[in-house]
C-alpha cells in the first residue's frame, strides 16, 4: 500500500517510534531530522533516514498507536486492556454493530470500530464538550464506521437488535432496561464500573431481566523486567474498573 499525502504513519525506531503525517515539512526529534516529504508514493514497510543516519520503519500504524499518541483525552478512558478483554469475553464479529455510551474520549469507540471495522459504533455521550473532543478524535483516526450522538441513552436508544450495548457511566443500572429492549437475543451487555456499589447495582438490575453468563471481572496487568534478576515491576497499570457481563437469552 503506497504512502498518500496527509496519510497517518509510525516511524519505528529501536528506541522508540513517532507518529506523524506525511507531508512535505521537516520533522525534528533526537535522533535527527526526517524529510517527512519523501514518505509520500513509498510503500508501508520500507526505511527512512534522519540526517544523522538513523533508520526508521515506515509501517502503517495500529488503533493502539493513534490511542497512545494522538487521541486526545479529556476523561478517564477505558484502556486497551479492558478493550481487549470486551472483544474476548463477547467475541464480536467484525461485522458487529454496537451500542455504547458514554463516547468520553472516544478511546473504546475507536478500539471497537477498528476490531468491528464492517460493522457500525453508535455511540452516545451527553456532555457537549466530551462529545467535541471525541468528534475530533474520531475525524482525526479516519474512522468511518461510527455514529456519533450529543445525546443522553436514558433519553432513548435509537437502534433495534444490535449484537452489544456497552456501558460507561454514572448510574449505569439505570440504562439496562434501555439496554435490554434493544439488544437481539444472544447480545451482550457490559457495563465498565469505576467502584464495586455501582458493580452491585449493576447486577440487581441485570437479576430483572432474561440474561445468562453473568459474570464480573477486574483486569490486572501487571509488566515484568526481564533480566538476570528478574523482578515484577513495583508500578504500573492494574486496576483501572470492574466489567460486568450478562448474555440477554430472549
Not at 10 to 18: A, C, I, Q, T, V
Request: glycine share 8%; with cysteine.
Amino acid at each position: 500500500m503506497k504512502i498518500k499525502e496527509g496519510m497517518l504513519v509510525l516511524l519505528l525506531g529501536k528506541e522508540g517510534s513517532y507518529l506523524v503525517h506525511a507531508r512535505k515539512e521537516k520533522f525534528n526529534v533526537s535522533e535527527g531530522i526526517v524529510d517527512l516529504g519523501e514518505l509520500i508514493g513509498k510503500n508501508f514497510g520500507t526505511k527512512i533516514k534522519t540526517h544523522k543516519g538513523y533508520e526508521f520503519a515506515v509501517v502503517k500504524p495500529s488503533i493502539v498507536d493513534f490511542l497512545m499518541k494522538k487521541a486526545k483525552m479529556m476523561p478517564q478512558a477505558v484502556r486497551p486492556k479492558d478493550s481487549a478483554l470486551i472483544l474476548a469475553y463477547t467475541g464480536l464479529r467484525n461485522n458487529a454493530r454496537i451500542v455504547e455510551a458514554g463516547t468520553g474520549s472516544a478511546w473504546l469507540t475507536l478500539f471497537l470500530a477498528s476490531a468491528c471495522s464492517k460493522g457500525k459504533i453508535y455511540s452516545y455521550e451527553m456532555r457537549r464538550d466530551f462529545y467535541l473532543n471525541a468528534k475530533k478524535n474520531i475525524e482525526a483516526s479516519g474512522m468511518k464506521n461510527i455514529v456519533l450522538k450529543n445525546k443522553n441513552i436514558l433519553d432513548g436508544i435509537d437502534e433495534r437488535n444490535v449484537d452489544a450495548v456497552i456501558l460507561d457511566m454514572l448510574h449505569a443500572e439505570k440504562a439496562i432496561p434501555l439496554a435490554y429492549k434493544t439488544l437481539k437475543p444472544g447480545g451482550w451487555l457490559v457495563v465498565y464500573s469505576p467502584y464495586i456499589e455501582q458493580v452491585k447495582a449493576v447486577n440487581e438490575e441485570i437479576a430483572k431481566y432474561n440474561f445468562t453468563q453473568v459474570s464480573t471481572v477486574e483486569n490486572i496487568l501487571r509488566a515484568w523486567d526481564v533480566r538476570e534478576h528478574t523482578l515484577p515491576r513495583r508500578h504500573g497499570l492494574m486496576h483501572t474498573g470492574f466489567l460486568t457481563f450478562a448474555r440477554k437469552v430472549f
